[in-house]
Structure formats: structure tokens, C-alpha cells
């Protein structure tokens, strides 16, 4: 009988929560197979990794750069308007800027674990060094929409959707000329004068679209359903179905099963866990909009302000959380409002679950825009919607059974797909055929 090699696996995650849980899953599938996997990211991870069981490297020569720290250690990102502008300083100083130093880590590391494949998140950008300087293939996993441009569509990060007719193509054919040099400019510039002193050649491409062109293969978390039609495609993209954070155990019993029988429909609220801080953007809105209808309304706060929306909402079917069990409550949920986090989307499709989508940062305008567009749901068009817009989008939701649907047929979809065995599969494959002593030309 054919047995499949085992091998040592290096995970590697920017400090967030939204890139690190994803992988959780993969990579306890990983040990349990067998493989060698260990994982490097940021010291406030070192217990979650350590719950894995697994071996963990912290960020030394990386600076540790995170949700809870980000506006102290880069105040000056609080003063910039502008969605865009936004981007900018973000690629440069949360991704780029940190490229050096994770090389030079795992360079370190590699002394006591000489691993044989990377596997890390899209927000992971030493990826493209490791692999040439080190010789190591790298495997990017996509934990957000695809990025890359294509002829078919407008540029990424605008949020805006496919169109049709000669007006909507010129309009995608002359951003997709003046966005790039726009927006990436500076950051394409910047990473050339990181990789110059390794001897790199510099990159024509955008940031985005080094993503799914420069690693040894590029695993998209999701489904082709979810995801818009492009004839130019990179042939390093493999979709691989949705990548869901590792449960220890079976997923309990619904833990509000008997409060939900008493209401005419359950609604999950949640605003993530970076945008969280503010609940007046997402939350209050919410519970405005429903607190005097027949509903169960349930709130994860993700630990922010939980007390005080507590002592202010005190309504019999209202329920606030720190912490909620999504795996849990989404089966038995008529409503999932959301700022557009794509692990909870993600999880909330699973399910079948219509989206009430309200978000703009963070890449998340381009995964509410994917809500909408596929009608599994509303994008309200605002990280800040009042209570109008909610129970309007709510309403709309309930009242067309197109979302339901449509929910039901990408469902379907998911089951079709065994993530973690596909990303095993695909590991195999590059890992065997890797050139040991020199750098994978840009095609597969």
C-alpha cells in the first residue's frame, strides 16, 4: 500500500487573528497525518499554538505588530482619511515592512528545523524571499478574496463588482491603468529596495498580484462560487474549499436552544475583532433596529465593551458575549449581520446562512461587494448603517427567497470540497518536484 511522505511543514502567520485561526484546522490535520509542522508568528500566539501541541517560533528580527497595539506602535495611521490612503500605509508598514525581518528569522530557525515546505497566509509577504533565498517552496494560503488583476474585472480594493456593456469596460480598463501606479506605486517600489540586496530581480507586478503569481502554489480558501469568473487566472490558484479554525471537540449543543423557541427568528450579530472598538458602527445600529421585534438577538463582542452593552440592553432577547459559538449557533440562525470578516462569512455560508454585510476596511468591502453580487445576502454600502438600513436589508432578506437559495446552492458547493486532504494533496506535490538548488520559474 502507497503510503504518502511526511514532511516538515513551517506555518507562518502575521499576528491577527483573521490569518491565524484559519490555518488552525490545516495544520492539526497536518500532525495528525504525521507531518513535522511547527509555526512561527507573533509571542501573543504562543499559547493557541502551544493548545495545538505543536512547536512555536516567535517574531525576534520581525516587529510584532497586531490588533490590540497596532494605533500605539503606528499612531499616525489614525490620522489618515480615506479608504485608500489607508491601503497604502497598511501594505507598507503592517505587511512590507516586515519582510526583512521574518526572513532573517526564519533563517534562524531553519538551523533547528530544516523544513522542507512554508505554508503561510496571503498577508505573509517574506514568502517570496524565503523561497529564493532559501530555496524553500512557498505555499500561500488565500484567506481573503483572490487580488489578482485581471481584464474581466475592475481592480481589486475598490469594492467594486463586475459589470457589462462597453461603458462598465472602459470605466474597469482605464482604473485597472491608473490604479495600480495610484495606489502601488510606492509599495512596488518599496519591496524592490528590500529584495535588491538579495540579488532579486525587481518586480514589474503589484503587491496584489504577487500573491498568486510568485509562490509554488497559491490555495484559495473557498469556492469558485464565491468567487468572480476571470479568464486570466493564475495557474498557481487552486481553490480548496473553505479553511475553518480547529475545534478540540464535536460541536456542542446549540446553547440557546430553548430562548430561540420562543422567538420567531434567531440573529447573530457580531463586528469582528480588529473593527470592534467602536460597537456604535455595527452593534448598537443592530440591536436598535431589533430590540422591540420577536427576534433572539445574539451579540459577540469579542470582548470589547461587553459590561456596558450589557447594562444598556437589558431586553429579554437579547444576549451579549465575549464570546459566542459560531459552529454552534449557525445552524440554528435566520441572520448573520456581519462587518464582513471573511473567516465568519466563510463559516456563515457553510452553513447556508444569509449575510447582512457591513463593512469597508481591512479588504472587507471587496467581501461584502461578493455578498451582494452573489445574492447570499445584502451589502448595506456602509461600515456605519443606521437602524433603517438594517431591519431595510433584514427585510429584504426575508422577504426574497433568492438569498435562501442561493445559500443552499453554495453550501452544496462547500460539501464538495475536503480542504484539508486537498491541501495535503497539493503539499505532496509541490514538495516532490521542487528544485533543490534553485528558484521555481513563475509558471506551474
Known sequence: MKT?????????????????????????????????????????????????GL???????????????LNELLPERLKIQGALARIKFDIRHLFLSNVPGNLTDVKQLQGTFDFDVLLCDSGFLAFHLIQEVLHKPAI??????????????????????????PLIRMRDALLRLIF???????????????????????????ILDMLPRYPALYLQSGVPGFEYVRRDLSPKVRFVGPLLPYRKTA????????????YQKVVLISQGTVDNKDPQKLIIPSLEAFKDEPYLLLVATGGQHTEALQARYRQANIIIADFIDYAATLPHTDLFV????????????NYGVPIL????????????????YFKLGVNLGTETPSPRQIRQGAHEIWRNPVYRENGARLRQEFARYDPNQLCEYYIQEIVSRFPVRQTLSRAV
Open 251 to 262: 460541536t456542542p449543543a446549540f446553547p440557546y436552544a430553548e430562548q430561540a423557541r420562543r
Open 140 to 165: 500561500v494560503l488565500g484567506i481573503a478574496p483572490l487580488t489578482e488583476t485581471s481584464r474581466d474585472l475592475p481592480p481589486a480594493t475598490l469594492g467594486l463588482t463586475p459589470g457589462h456593456g
Open 4 to 52: 504518502t511522505p511526511k514532511y516538515k511543514i513551517l506555518m507562518a502567520t502575521v499576528p491577527a487573528d483573521g490569518h491565524f485561526n484559519p490555518l488552525t484546522g490545516l495544520a492539526m490535520y497536518l500532525k495528525q497525518q504525521g507531518h513535522d509542522v511547527r509555526w512561527y508568528t507573533g509571542a501573543r500566539y504562543k499559547r493557541r499554538v502551544a493548545d495545538l
Open 338 to 349: 456581519s462587518c464582513g470578516g471573511y473567516g465568519s462569512v466563510l463559516l456563515s455560508l
Open 180 to 206: 495600480p501606479r495610484l495606489i502601488f506605486a510606492d509599495s512596488r517600489a518599496y519591496y524592490n529596495e528590500l529584495i535588491r540586496p538579495y540579488g532579486l530581480p525587481s518586480m514589474t507586478d503589484t
Open 55 to 69: 512547536p512555536f517560533y516567535p517574531f525576534q528580527a520581525a516587529r510584532e505588530i497586531h490588533q490590540n497595539n
Open 357 to 372: 454585510a457591513a463593512g469597508k476596511h481591512e479588504g472587507k468591502n471587496e467581501i461584502v461587494a461578493r455578498i451582494g
